[in-house]
C-alpha cells in the first residue's frame, strides 16, 4: 500500500540484512507546482539518509528538461558491492571502472520507478524519523532511561581504536563494527544510542602525531556516527544522542572563544542530523562543560552534562556539588558524572550534586554513567592516575550482579537516566534492564538467552553447577582473581596537573622521546 499526501509519497517497505526483517519508510516529496506524480528527487536526496558511509557520492544535479545527472562511483576499485548497490537506487552503474567517474542521465520518472524496484534490497540505509516519538525529557519524566555503554575500551579491544588518542574513526573506517555495538547495547535494553562522537573534534584528531585528521575531517567522523546510531536506533524505540567532550584546546589555555568554537562544529553537525539531544560529557573542569553547555542551549535541543569528577570535585577544586549547580545554571536540563570511577563513587558523587542543586532551590534530571572498574584506591583523576591503565584493568571488571546493585542504588537515589561508560559491556547493560524491569515495563531483548540469577544454569551437566542457580549464591559470592601474587589495591600516580599546567599543553607534533624522559623527572 502507497499512502499519497498533498506534497509527498510516503512507501513502507520491508527489508532482510543479515537474516532479521526489518521496517523502513521511503519518503519521496514532490514539487509544489507539480501536478503529476513526478517527484522532486532533489528533496528526496535530503529525506533519505545514508547510514554508514558518509563519504559515498549522493549529490543529484537537476538538469534543463527535467532529467538528472547522477554521479554513478567515484571511488576507488574495490568499492564494496553493498556500497555500490546503493547507487543503484539512483542510476544503473553497469560498466562502471574503479576509479573512474561515470555518468547516468535519467528522467525523475524513472528514477522513482528503479528506486522502488529495488527498493527492498537496500533500503536498510534508509531509517525512519519517527515523529511521535517521546523525547528524553518526557522519558525522563516518566520513568527510568536506559543508557547505553562503553564504545571506545570496547572497540580498542576489538581491533578498531587506537589506545591513547581514543579517537572514533571507525565510524568511517570501519562502520560494521561501530554498528554491531549499537545493537548489542539496543538488545540488551539501551533507549539511547549514543553518537559514537567522543574526542571528534579537529585538535583531537591531530593531536600528538596522531594521523586520524589527515584521512579525516571531524565533520565527516561526527556524521557518519550520527548516521550510524540513527539508523540502529530506527530498528527500535530507542532516542539518538550527539556528544561532546574536553577538548585539547581547553588544556592547552587557548580561552573560551577558541573553545567554543571547537564545540560549534560538533553542534552544527548534530543539528544537521536532527539528533534527538545533546550530551556534554567527559569534562574534568567545570568552567569548560559551562562553556559545551552554552553552545548546546543555543540549538533548541535538551542538553544533558556529565563530568568525569568523583567526590573531591573538579580538578581546579571547584566542589562536586557546586559543579552540579554550575551546570545547571548554564542550562542543562540533566546532570550527573561519566567515566574516571566505579559506579559506586560516582553515585556518592552524584548524591553530593543533587543536595547541593535541591539547596539552590534549582531542579535537574540525574545522570549516571560510570566505569566498569572498580576503583576505591584511585586519586582525584580516578583510573587514569592507576598502574593498570588502560592495558591491565580486566581484574577490576565488575560483575553482572554488581551492575544489577548499581542500577537499584541509583534509582533508589533518584537517578532516572542509568547507563555506563568504559568497560561496560552490553551484559552489564542488560543486568541494569533486568533489575529494572519492573519499573521500566519491559524486558530488553537479550533476556531471550539469559534467565535471572543463573537461572540456566539447571540446564547444565554438572550438579554442582545447577546448584549455583540461586539468587542467594551470586548475591553472596565474593569472586577471587586468581591472582596470589597480586595486590588488591594499588598506588595512584597523584601528579597535581591540571589545566595551566606546562606538562597538559597540546601539540599537533609527535611526542618526543627526550619530552618522555622529562616527564620521567617531573614525575621524580
Not at 579491544?157 to 561501530?178: I, S
Not at 571528534?200 to 550520527?226: E, M, P, S, V, W
Request: aromatic fraction near 8%; charged fraction near 25%; proline fraction near 5%.
Amino acid at each position: 500500500m502507497v499512502e499519497k499526501s498533498s506534497s509527498s509519497i510516503i512507501i513502507p517497505t520491508t527489508y532482510v540484512e543479515g537474516g532479521r526483517e526489518g521496517r523502513a519508510l521511503v519518503k519521496v516529496e514532490f514539487n509544489s507546482e507539480t501536478t503529476s506524480c513526478e517527484p522532486n528527487l532533489l528533496s528526496t536526496a535530503r529525506n533519505i539518509q545514508i547510514g554508514s558511509f558518509p563519504s559515498l557520492p549522493h549529490v543529484l544535479r537537476e538538469e534543463p528538461g527535467g532529467v538528472l545527472i547522477v554521479p554513478t562511483c567515484v571511488e576507488p576499485a574495490g568499492l564494496a558491492q553493498r556500497q555500490r548497490a546503493l547507487i543503484g537506487v539512483l542510476a544503473s552503474h553497469d560498466g562502471v571502472q574503479g576509479g573512474q567517474e561515470s555518468y547516468a542521465i535519467i528522467s525523475c520518472h524513472q528514477l522513482l520507478e528503479r528506486a522502488l524496484k529495488i527498493c527492498n534490497s537496500v533500503c536498510h540505509y534508509l531509517y525512519p524519523r519517527d515523529m511521535s516519538k517521546k523525547g528524553i525529557l518526557e522519558r525522563l519524566a516518566e520513568g527510568v532511561v536506559i543508557g547505553d555503554g562503553g564504545f571506545v575500551f570496547a572497540l580498542e579491544k576489538r581491533g578498531y581504536v587506537k589506545a591513547g588518542p581514543w579517537t572514533p574513526e571507525a565510524a568511517c573506517e570501519n562502520p560494521e563494527a561501530v554498528i554491531q555495538l549499537h545493537r548489542e547495547f539496543l538488545r540488551a535494553g539501551a533507549d539511547v544510542m549514543q553518537a559514537f562522537t567522543f574526542y571528534a573534534c579537529d585538535t583531537k584528531l591531530d593531536n600528538r602525531g596522531h594521523d586520524a585528521g589527515q584521512k579525516f575531517t571531524g565533520k565527516a567522523i561526527n556524521k557518519a556516527a550520527c548516521d550510524i546510531a540513527k539508523r540502529v536506533a530506527a530498528e527500535g524505540d530507542a532516542l539518538v544522542a550527539g556528544g561532546l567532550s574536553q577538548t585539547p584546546t581547553y588544556l592547552s589555555n587557548k580561552g573560551k572563544i577558541v573553545v567554543q568554537e571547537e564545540f560549534k562544529k560538533q553542534v552544527d553537525v548534530f543539528v544537521q542530523e536532527e539528533i534527538d539531544f545533546l550530551i556534554c560529557e567527559y569534562f574534568e573542569h567545570v568552567e569548560e562543560i559551562e562553556w559545551a553547555i552554552e553552545v548546546c542551549k543555543k540549538t533548541g535541543k535538551p542538553v544533558a552534562a556529565t563530568m568525569c569528577i568523583g567526590p573531591q570535585g573538579d580538578l581546579h577544586g571547584v566542589s562536586a556539588g557546586e559543579c552540579g549547580v554550575r551546570m545547571v545554571r548554564a542550562g542543562a536540563e540533566i546532570i550527573g558524572v561519566n567515566c574516571h570511577f566505579d559506579p559506586f563513587i560516582v553515585l556518592d558523587t552524584i548524591k553530593l550534586m543533587k543536595e547541593a542543586v535541591e539547596k539552590a532551590g534549582l531542579k535537574a534530571h540525574l545522570m549516571s554513567q560510570p566505569l566498569a572498574y572498580h576503583t576505591p584506591d584511585a586519586g582525584k583523576q580516578g583510573f587514569i592516575d592507576l598502574p593498570e591503565f588502560p592495558f591491565a584493568l580486566e581484574p577490576r571488571v565488575i560483575t553482572r550482579w554488581d551492575a544489577q546493585r548499581y542500577a537499584r542504588e541509583a534509582y533508589d537515589l533518584g537517578v532516572r537516566y542509568i547507563g555506563g561508560c568504559c568497560g561496560f559491556e552490553p551484559y552489564h547493560t542488560r543486568a541494569i534492564s533486568e533489575e529494572l524491569t519492573k519499573e521500566r515495563g519491559k524486558e530488553a531483548k537479550g533476556t531471550e538467552k539469559h534467565d535471572l540469577w543463573g537461572g540456566g544454569l539447571t540446564m547444565h551437566t554438572k550438579p554442582w553447577v545447577r546448584a549455583r542457580a540461586q539468587r542467594e549464591f551470586w548475591e553472596n559470592l565474593k569472586p577471587a582473581s586468581g591472582r596470589p601474587y597480586c595486590a588488591s589495591l594499588s598506588q595512584p600516580a597523584n601528579w597535581g596537573v591540571t589545566a595551566g599546567s606546562e606538562v597538559l599543553k597540546q601539540q599537533k607534533e609527535a611526542t618526543a622521546s627526550d619530552e618522555i624522559k622529562k616527564l620521567i623527572v617531573f614525575k621524580k
